[in-house]
């Protein structure tokens, strides 16, 4: 079974500073994918970047990053110069690379204070 | 800009209504999602449609519908729905197969109210 833990269900960071979201995950697939999304008040839920278990490096996109610890069985999300706008909900997500289901953790509340 | 688009946005409908959600992605997709969403809580999977042939139901009950009339379309049609299956409604869209980078994409939602 696959299963997907954010241990933090509300976060706050000061305005460009650098803030980090925590999630674990359980699987025993050998290949998969890692994905963080951020989901507004508004509703959209927006990719904002993705890990294959194979990559050595660390994705980053922009002011994201992902600190992928495959022996943990970790992939952290770090956002950097945090900004007003991001103020929303983060969903970790994984995929197995056995049929196309994805698994979301329960989400991270971010509020970025002025 | 979300290449998932879905309608509509927000929808009332009584209990004895009959109404529908669509969606529409142009990303060449052969996989399409539908999602129910509550406030502050992760989405959950209802269909999936994999080469416009049903491949998942997380036994959804009878009154959702979901219809794939071609690769790019996707329709939830509801009826006789209850007050608690108000929430946002996700389409999403994703290749079939797992490889490098195979996202799944997601369209804004229909934020549905039942009353």
């Known amino acids: 079974a696959q299963k997907i833990t954010q241990t933090q269900p509300g976060m706050f960071v000061q305005e460009k500073e650098a803030v980090t979201l925590d999630c674990t995950y359980d699987?025993?697939?050998?290949?998969?994918?890692l994905f963080w999304y951020k989901q507004p008040s508004s509703g959209e839920m927006i990719f904002l970047i993705y890990?294959?278990?194979?990559?050595?490096q660390n994705a980053t996109e922009g002011r994201y990053s992902l600190n992928f610890q495959k022996a943990r069985k970790s992939a952290n999300l770090v956002i950097s110069a945090s900004q007003l706008g991001d103020s929303a909900m983060y969903f970790c997500?994984?995929?197995?690379?056995?049929?196309?289901?994805?698994?979301f953790g329960t989400g991270t509340s971010l509020t970025v204070i002025p | 800009d979300t290449e998932v688009t879905q309608t509509p946005k927000h929808l009332v409908m009584g209990m004895t209504n009959k109404k529908s959600l669509k969606c529409e992605q142009h990303?060449?997709?052969?996989?399409m999602y539908w999602y129910k969403q509550k406030a502050k809580k992760p989405p959950e999977l209802m269909f999936v449609?994999?080469?416009?042939?049903?491949?998942i139901n997380e036994s959804v009950p009878s009154r959702f519908s979901p219809e794939c009339p071609n690769s790019s379309l996707l329709n939830l049609h509801l009826h006789a729905l209850q007050p608690e299956d108000s929430a946002l409604y996700l389409c999403?869209?994703?290749?079939?197969?797992?490889?490098?980078?195979?996202?799944?994409?997601f369209g804004e939602g229909s934020w549905l109210t039942v009353v």
């Open positions: 449609y994999s080469y416009e042939k049903l491949s």
């Open positions: 990303m060449g997709h052969r996989a």
């Open positions: 890990q294959g278990s194979y990559d050595e």
């Open positions: 699987t025993s697939d050998q290949s998969y994918g």
């Open positions: 997500a994984m995929r197995p690379n056995t049929g196309n289901q994805f698994y």
């Open positions: 999403a869209s994703s290749q079939p197969h797992w490889d490098s980078g195979n996202t799944i994409y």
